[in-house]
Protein backbone atom coordinates (compact mmCIF):
# COMPACT_ATOMS: atom_id res chain seq x y z
CA UNK A 1 0.00 0.00 0.00
CA UNK A 2 1.12 3.47 -0.81
CA UNK A 3 1.99 6.10 2.00
CA UNK A 4 2.49 9.24 1.40
CA UNK A 5 5.98 11.20 2.45
CA UNK A 6 6.07 14.86 2.56
CA UNK A 7 7.93 15.94 -0.12
CA UNK A 8 8.17 13.43 -2.08
CA UNK A 9 7.63 12.99 -5.18
CA UNK A 10 4.70 10.65 -5.22
CA UNK A 11 1.95 10.93 -7.47
CA UNK A 12 -1.86 11.20 -5.77
CA UNK A 13 -2.91 7.65 -6.44
CA UNK A 14 -1.41 4.57 -6.93
CA UNK A 15 -3.80 2.88 -9.16
CA UNK A 16 -2.20 4.14 -11.98
CA UNK A 17 -0.14 2.42 -14.91
CA UNK A 18 3.69 1.92 -13.48
CA UNK A 19 6.91 0.23 -15.34
CA UNK A 20 8.97 -0.83 -12.96
CA UNK A 21 11.79 -2.32 -15.18
CA UNK A 22 12.22 0.63 -17.58
CA UNK A 23 15.99 1.69 -18.04
CA UNK A 24 16.72 5.38 -18.26
CA UNK A 25 20.54 5.17 -18.62
CA UNK A 26 20.36 6.63 -22.15
CA UNK A 27 18.23 9.40 -21.57
CA UNK A 28 19.93 12.78 -22.42
CA UNK A 29 19.25 16.46 -21.22
CA UNK A 30 17.09 18.67 -23.71
CA UNK A 31 18.84 21.54 -25.11
CA UNK A 32 18.56 24.32 -22.97
CA UNK A 33 17.24 22.25 -20.32
CA UNK A 34 17.38 20.22 -16.93
CA UNK A 35 17.94 16.81 -15.57
CA UNK A 36 15.78 15.36 -13.08
CA UNK A 37 17.94 15.59 -10.33
CA UNK A 38 18.73 19.41 -11.38
CA UNK A 39 15.40 20.33 -10.96
CA UNK A 40 14.40 18.28 -7.33
CA UNK A 41 17.89 19.67 -5.80
CA UNK A 42 17.55 23.57 -7.37
CA UNK A 43 13.49 23.59 -6.68
CA UNK A 44 14.43 26.71 -4.63
CA UNK A 45 16.28 28.92 -7.11
CA UNK A 46 13.26 27.04 -10.10
CA UNK A 47 10.00 27.85 -8.27
CA UNK A 48 7.85 29.79 -10.45
CA UNK A 49 9.86 29.23 -13.71
CA UNK A 50 9.53 27.39 -16.69
CA UNK A 51 11.75 24.33 -17.16
CA UNK A 52 11.99 21.89 -19.83
CA UNK A 53 13.56 18.18 -18.96
CA UNK A 54 14.04 14.71 -20.83
CA UNK A 55 12.84 11.43 -19.26
CA UNK A 56 10.57 8.40 -19.59
CA UNK A 57 7.54 8.17 -18.12
CA UNK A 58 7.55 5.66 -15.40
CA UNK A 59 4.25 6.17 -14.30
CA UNK A 60 0.77 7.42 -15.34
CA UNK A 61 -2.33 8.24 -13.38
CA UNK A 62 -5.26 9.54 -15.71
CA UNK A 63 -7.91 11.97 -14.96
CA UNK A 64 -7.46 13.20 -10.76
CA UNK A 65 -8.44 15.86 -9.88
CA UNK A 66 -9.01 17.67 -13.34
CA UNK A 67 -5.84 16.29 -14.65
CA UNK A 68 -3.25 13.97 -15.45
CA UNK A 69 -0.56 12.89 -13.18
CA UNK A 70 3.19 11.65 -14.31
CA UNK A 71 6.11 10.31 -12.81
CA UNK A 72 8.83 11.31 -14.81
CA UNK A 73 13.14 9.87 -14.94
CA UNK A 74 16.03 10.23 -16.13
CA UNK A 75 18.62 8.18 -14.88
CA UNK A 76 19.89 11.21 -12.23
CA UNK A 77 18.99 10.91 -8.52
CA UNK A 78 17.99 13.97 -6.32
CA UNK A 79 19.82 15.03 -3.28
CA UNK A 80 17.63 12.98 -1.40
CA UNK A 81 17.86 9.88 -3.23
CA UNK A 82 14.68 10.60 -5.39
CA UNK A 83 14.53 9.00 -8.61
CA UNK A 84 11.74 10.78 -10.44
CA UNK A 85 9.76 13.85 -10.74
CA UNK A 86 5.79 14.35 -10.98
CA UNK A 87 4.42 16.34 -13.26
CA UNK A 88 0.71 17.06 -14.08
CA UNK A 89 -0.40 17.41 -17.53
CA UNK A 90 -3.80 17.19 -19.55
CA UNK A 91 -1.51 14.99 -21.85
CA UNK A 92 -1.96 11.14 -21.71
CA UNK A 93 1.67 9.75 -22.82
CA UNK A 94 1.94 6.29 -22.23
CA UNK A 95 4.20 4.24 -19.89
CA UNK A 96 7.88 4.19 -21.54
CA UNK A 97 7.31 6.69 -23.71
CA UNK A 98 10.22 9.18 -23.63
CA UNK A 99 9.22 13.05 -23.18
CA UNK A 100 10.14 16.21 -22.69
CA UNK A 101 8.16 18.05 -20.32
CA UNK A 102 8.07 21.92 -20.01
CA UNK A 103 5.77 23.46 -17.47
CA UNK A 104 5.97 25.66 -14.05
CA UNK A 105 8.03 24.10 -11.43
CA UNK A 106 5.30 24.19 -7.95
CA UNK A 107 7.46 23.62 -4.41
CA UNK A 108 5.56 22.86 -1.12
CA UNK A 109 2.57 21.72 -2.69
CA UNK A 110 -0.10 20.16 -0.33
CA UNK A 111 -3.70 18.34 -1.76
CA UNK A 112 -4.58 17.24 1.62
CA UNK A 113 -4.85 13.83 2.63
CA UNK A 114 -1.10 13.97 2.87
CA UNK A 115 -0.52 14.02 -0.71
CA UNK A 116 2.34 16.53 -0.24
CA UNK A 117 5.30 17.15 -2.71
CA UNK A 118 8.13 19.68 -2.09
CA UNK A 119 8.74 20.14 -5.87
CA UNK A 120 6.62 19.08 -9.13
CA UNK A 121 5.70 20.26 -12.28
CA UNK A 122 2.63 21.73 -13.31
CA UNK A 123 0.33 22.28 -16.21
CA UNK A 124 2.65 21.02 -18.51
CA UNK A 125 3.19 20.50 -22.10
CA UNK A 126 4.22 16.42 -23.29
CA UNK A 127 5.86 16.47 -26.41
CA UNK A 128 6.79 12.54 -27.11
CA UNK A 129 9.75 11.50 -28.81
Not at 67 to 84: A, C, Q
Request: hydrophobic share 35%.
Amino acid sequence: MWSPKSGSSESAADDGDAAEDLSVSDIERVEGGHTVAEILAGKASLAGSEVAVRGKVTKMNAGIMGRNWLHLSDGTVGPDGEKDLTVTTEETPAVGSTVVVRGIVATDQDFGGGYQYSVMIENAKVTVE
